[in-house]
């Protein structure tokens, strides 16, 4: 009997095994990836560096030098609500690198999707870290995208050159920090208009955005260039011009499929 | 990287993690082990630069409170050790190749300067006195204003700092890769591949934890060891300090960490310390408190380095301290008074205990003076990764 009972158990256990993996495979959702691309403009215009005249609600007037910020903590949203929250994604765009103006986020449940949530800088927890080893990629402090006597990501890195004033003067603003009172982590959710962008195994869609430079001064808190004086570390002005900017600086623009 | 580094570590002959160390000081192991591998590596054996110091190391001094760094992140090698002290002392990393980290941190002087504000590239000064580097893995932020939050981090402010050595980053990282001997030597502890921001960090912060003061006569004092004797006046100089300074200078690290303003002015139009990081009115004028480990040796004093002496420092706290918003309320008597009253007798007191402080085992150690020239070229081509 035991004999018997002890070879039945090693004939059934490879299907046992089997049948396992195979329930296995089956409750792994498909993945497919996202491509997202980022066009910068100045209201109507392509955002030329060192040449476009971008132009605020008010009618004033600066050009760029310099237009680099952080899109991290990407999240995916489905028309139930339910999200996908993109794990370890920190993407630094820079008008300076074409390269820098598209990106890929992986592994994505197959499914259609209904909006998109991105923090425009970089969460608390991961800028708070102090072990240089942990800033993998976008986040290297060489990106000179770091506060190194106030330790820190800036978020969003504007330089250029206000020019409805006489004389001219420069226009920095250099937005960050990540406690209170000037936590300057926005979140940006720029709306698909009822569109969907449909991931699959076999095919990635591209989310197509928009980011108009003058929504850092036109939005829920305006800010007037002529008596702008910089924004240089976490402060109150720092969090205004990102509040400013998680409004309305994002747009959706299509979503297309290869 | 990180995988190949602790790959590499499960190999390491791990001999001198037996040093024998008295149970009253755990940390003289870690210094001996130290000591003996700097010997051994001076010999010129390329086998001992591979072996790890001794596991012991950065046990808290018998005096100390607990760590603060993370010593396992960036776990301590001889050769690691050996980088970070020749990066320290290189002026190549300024933008104009003529200020090196060791230029404004003095070893004589507890790696400070003797000026008021430190001089950078190019003649420029700094706004601030050069801060004394000692213990800083007991740090919890560093920078006059708390600012820096990370041992790690902090060599990056006045790396980058225009003012200091004004060199970004990038440009730093882009100056290593193009030496073959820095190359040669990133490889050999982090393996192949371009040196990179996280490597340059941790080998420097290898160096500049290994700044322990520790060992001066007040600290065999309170640990009963031989050489520890005070005299009468340094007696009388502790007891005054244990009632009237420690309150802020405390624990045997001198020093409780927070930020306070200690009444050297009304208004702070200039520097507001550490309002300048957390933009709150209430944190104008004040600063970190500094450690006082080595103070006959850092002069001159305060943030900016207003006052030459210890008894200008002392003059001050006994008649000089001035009223604000945020003075720190100990420097409130109950009368009303401010500062601390202290006769003409108690302030030569209190200076024999603060020269008590002083430690020769920091000041003079060989190991931590710039390195031989010649030592670059007796490298071991091989290091800890191998």
Avoid at chain 2, 230 to 259: I, N, V
Avoid at chain 2, 281 to 300: E, M, W, Y
Wanted: aromatic share 8%; net charge positive.
């Amino acid at each position: 009997m035991k004999i018997r009972f002890s070879t039945l158990g090693l004939l059934l256990l490879p299907l046992a095994l089997f049948s396992g993996c195979k329930k296995d495979s089956d409750s792994l959702e498909p993945t497919g990836s996202v491509n997202f691309t980022v066009r910068n403009v100045a209201g109507s215009q392509d955002l030329v560096l060192n040449n476009t005249v971008a132009t605020t609600a008010t009618g004033e007037t600066f050009t760029t030098e310099t237009f680099e910020y952080y899109l991290s903590n990407i999240k995916l949203i489905k028309s139930d609500g339910s999200t996908y929250a993109a794990p370890d994604t920190y993407f630094l765009v820079d008008q300076a690198k074409p390269s820098s103006l598209s990106f890929t986020v992986p592994g994505v449940p197959a499914g259609d999707y209904t909006g998109v949530s991105f923090i425009v800088g970089v969460d608390a927890q991961k800028t708070g870290l102090t072990d240089p080893a942990t800033f993998t990629g976008d986040l290297n402090q060489a990106n000179n995208m770091y506060w190194t006597w106030n330790s820190g990501h800036i978020f969003l890195k504007l330089q250029g050159t206000i020019t409805s004033t006489t004389p001219n003067k420069p226009l920095t603003c250099h937005i960050g920090g990540y406690t209170d009172p000037n936590n300057a982590i926005v979140t940006a959710t720029p709306s698909f208009s009822g569109a969907k962008l449909t991931v699959q195994a076999n095919h990635t869609p591209q989310l197509h955005l928009v980011a108009n430079v003058t929504k850092v001064f036109d939005g829920p808190k305006p800010v007037a260039l002529s008596t702008f004086t910089g924004a240089h570390m976490p402060s109150a002005q720092s969090v205004q011009l990102a509040q400013n900017y998680a409004a309305g600086m994002f747009s959706v623009e299509k979503i297309t499929t290869e | 990287m990180r995988r190949a580094c602790s790959a590499s570590r499960k190999s390491l002959p791990n001999k001198l993690t037996t040093v024998a160390a008295p149970r009253r000081t755990p940390w003289r192991g870690w210094l001996a082990g130290i000591l003996l591998l700097g010997t051994l590596g001076a010999a010129g054996s390329a086998a001992v630069a591979h072996l790890r110091r001794p596991n012991a190391a950065f046990v808290a001094p018998a005096n100390f409170p607990a760590l603060v760094y993370d010593v396992a992140k960036n776990q301590p090698y001889e050769a690691t050790f050996e980088l970070g002290r020749q990066l320290f002392y290189d002026p190549r990393l300024s933008s104009d190749g003529t200020i090196s980290c060791g230029s404004c941190h003095q070893q004589s002087r507890a790696f400070t300067d003797g000026q008021a504000l430190a001089l950078g590239v190019a003649g420029r000064r700094s706004a601030r006195n050069t801060p004394a580097l000692q213990n800083l893995g007991w740090h919890r932020s560093f920078m006059a204003d708390g600012g820096v939050r990370g041992l790690e981090l902090q060599a990056l402010a006045p790396l980058t700092s225009p003012q200091e050595m004004n060199e970004p980053l990038a440009d730093a990282l882009a100056k290593l890769n193009a030496d073959p001997e820095y190359r040669r030597r990133f490889a050999a502890i982090y393996g192949p591949g371009k040196i990179d921001t996280p490597q340059f960090l941790k080998a420097l912060a290898q160096f500049t934890s290994a700044l322990v003061s520790a060992d001066s006569r007040y600290d065999k004092h309170v640990r009963h060891e031989p050489g520890g004797t005070l005299t009468a006046p340094e007696q009388r100089g502790l007891a005054l300090f244990q009632q009237k300074c420690s309150g802020c200078h405390a624990t045997d690290l001198f020093t409780d960490e927070s930020f306070r303003n200690n009444g050297l002015d009304r208004t702070f139009p200039v520097d507001s310390g550490r309002a300048h990081i957390s933009q709150l009115p209430a944190d104008a004028g004040r600063f970190r408190v500094p450690s006082l480990r080595n103070v006959a040796r850092t002069a001159p004093y305060m943030h900016d380095g207003r006052f030459a002496t210890l008894p200008e420092v002392l003059a001050h706290y006994d008649h000089g301290v001035r009223p604000s918003r945020t003075l720190d309320p100990l420097l409130r008597q109950p009368d009303g008074r401010l500062g601390l009253p202290l006769t003409a007798q108690e302030q030569q007191e209190l200076l024999a205990f603060l020269n008590t402080l002083t430690d020769n085992s920091l000041l003079t150690n060989p190991r931590f003076a710039p390195p031989p020239a010649a030592a670059r070229n007796q490298l071991p081509l091989a290091g800890v990764g191998r």
